[in-house]
T-cell receptor, first 115, second 115 residues
Framework: ETGVTQTPRHLVMGMTNKKSLKCEQHLGHNAMYWYKQSAKKPLELMFVYNFKEQTENNSVPSRFSPECPNSSHLFLHLHTLQPEDSALYLC??????????????FGPGTRLTVL | AQSVTQPDIHITVSEGASLELRCNYSYGATPYLFWYVQSPGQGLQLLLKYFSGDTLVQGIKGFEAEFKRSQSSFNLRKPSVHWSDAAEYFCAVGRSSGGSYIPTFGRGTSLIVHP
């Protein structure tokens, strides 16, 4: 498996459920990101992890809880979500070499529907 | 704070016609600029990027973009569009964070290609 993978690809959950999204990158990168993509809105950066440490949390509600156990894996734990949280959740990774060519590589996303 | 404006929500072109997608940015320093493409059901893929040097940047799939500092623009072009180019296109300006450049995305332009 190469690149950035995300599971599940589709998820339907009720507002009282607890679920987790998983992201795995096979690129040897040290930075990982969660984005939310809603219809008619720009991509919203949620969290940034550098070398497993969270470096950014962009005012994300506590019902979203990220976890980064190592540089290759990133999770987003979900609980007590609201219907407006329905969106495509994208994971990305990038190298941290200090150079300016550090583009992000994206996974295919998890399409989340909250009922 | 940095920002990106993509003034066209939708663009419709005929297959074989030329294409130009507009992007204007706001950033206080030398911008790091990106164009990404997103096909239906997929994550984002980098088409090209500009950091410095030649203001005309070549990318994948026959795309190019020109950085014009005086106009704060980074428009994407392709001389002859193929049906497979139908997708969502995102312009982004990068901000430095740790060892990487995290993009701030525009709202995207949806490209429709007629046969």
């Amino acid at each position: 498996e190469t690149g950035v993978t995300q599971t599940p690809r589709h998820l339907v959950m009720g507002m009282t459920n607890k679920k987790s999204l998983k992201c795995e990158q096979h690129l040897g990168h040290n930075a990982m990101y969660w984005y939310k993509q809603s219809a008619k809105k720009p991509l919203e950066l949620m969290f940034v992890y550098n070398f497993k440490e969270q470096t950014e949390n962009n005012s994300v509600p506590s019902r979203f809880s990220p976890e980064c156990p190592n540089s290759s894996h990133l999770f987003l734990h979900l609980h007590t979500l609201q219907p407006e949280d329905s969106a495509l959740y994208l994971c990305a990774s990038s190298p941290l070499t200090g150079g300016r060519g550090n583009e992000q590589f994206f996974g295919p996303g998890t399409r989340l529907t909250v009922l | 704070a940095q920002s990106v404006t993509q003034p066209d929500i939708h663009i419709t072109v005929s297959e074989g016609a030329s294409l130009e997608l507009r992007c204007n940015y706001s950033y206080g320093a030398t911008p790091y600029l990106f164009w990404y493409v997103q096909s239906p059901g997929q994550g984002l893929q980098l088409l090209l990027k500009y950091f410095s040097g030649d203001t005309l940047v070549q990318g994948i799939k026959g795309f190019e973009a020109e950085f014009k500092r005086s106009q704060s623009s980074f428009n994407l072009r392709k001389p002859s569009v193929h049906w497979s180019d139908a997708a969502e296109y995102f312009c982004a300006v990068g901000r430095s964070s740790g060892g990487s450049y995290i993009p701030t995305f525009g709202r995207g332009t949806s490209l429709i290609v007629h046969p």
